[in-house]
């Protein structure tokens, strides 16, 4: 694991110092980094570096810079926004983007598990109410000529949904997959994590729409419920096949704890057929927030933040011998950046969590 990178500390473009690397996907590299102004004005930002083999793709960075560009039109407060695009002296390539104090929903989810409780799924269901805000956005976004021009994330996984610290829910990396899919980049280019989160639509070539999204965020809502992945396989292809057939074992083989509108909310989201699923962000928002006005159990960002902060201990209670290799990144309240770059898989046959609440 890359605690410190050998560029931290590097400037990009006269402008964007890096500070620590605060994790690596698919496609790119993330830095937690700042930028540095005139009278030594700072401000924390999160720099996105494509990775090499890509950058020498034509096409991709082609399609990448335009998603980008439309993409940053999109100002949302559920949508991680991007501040620019650039090049640095070596000719990689890097988008700048708001940088979210906090961690992934996969941490926030890995530090229930290790700590052996459940996810709240209050919470659970407050931050779907959230990505959906910022999906529906998206879905309904209009050019300045009024006509409707959507724009798909297609890659809604427990990854690309940052927590803040405060209790904010964004969601990162809209039309990257999409660049991905134009620059005819083909499964063994995509890891194969990712295919666990495609709709059984996409498998089948089919078109993205509004329910492709919301069929991913219903795939998230489930894994964060239980702890497991959905859809897996010993290969790609296995990965393909559980997508397409999209068998989906009932919540209450989990946990007894959740409503039954809940498991209601997440099969519908996840039904096979899109024709099947919400026809609308906005419908299932309305399901959720329904669900969650019959709970006495507060959702606000402030009991989110409480959980994030938390997390963040335990992450770092199980995570010691990277605490201490990073105490100057801990002094500067940079806990992203000590965990491992690639998270621990969610095995697929792991034992059942304990239940601590009962059946209500
Ligand atoms: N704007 C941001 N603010 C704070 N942390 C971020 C930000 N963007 C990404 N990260 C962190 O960096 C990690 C790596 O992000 P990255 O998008 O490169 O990989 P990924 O989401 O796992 O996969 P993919 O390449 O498909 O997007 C994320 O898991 C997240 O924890
Ligand atoms: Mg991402």
Redesign the pocket.
Known sequence: MKMTHPDCGRRLAGKYELLAL?????????F?AQTCGAAGFTRPV?V?RILPHLTDNDEFVRMFVEEARVVSELSHPNV?QIHDFDQDEDGAYFLV????EG??L??WSEAHRGAGVLTPWPLVAAIGIEVLKALGAAHERRSQDGAHHPIYHR?V?P??I?LGVGGVVKL??FG?ARAMDRARMTAPDVVKG?LSYLSPELTRGGEASAQTDIFGLGIVLWETLTGRKLFDGSGPLQVLEAVKAAEVPPLDGFRLDLPRTLEDVIKTALAAEPEQRYASTRKMVRALSNLLRMTPEPTSAEVLGKTVKRSQERLAESRPSEMRESTQMLELGAL?AVKPATPPPIPSDATAIPLTQKKS
């Open positions: 605060a994790g690596e996907g698919g496609m790119a590299e993330v937690r999160a996105k991680v983007m708001e940088w979210v961690l992934s996969l941490d890659d996984t990854q690309n940052l990162a990396d990257l990712k992203e």
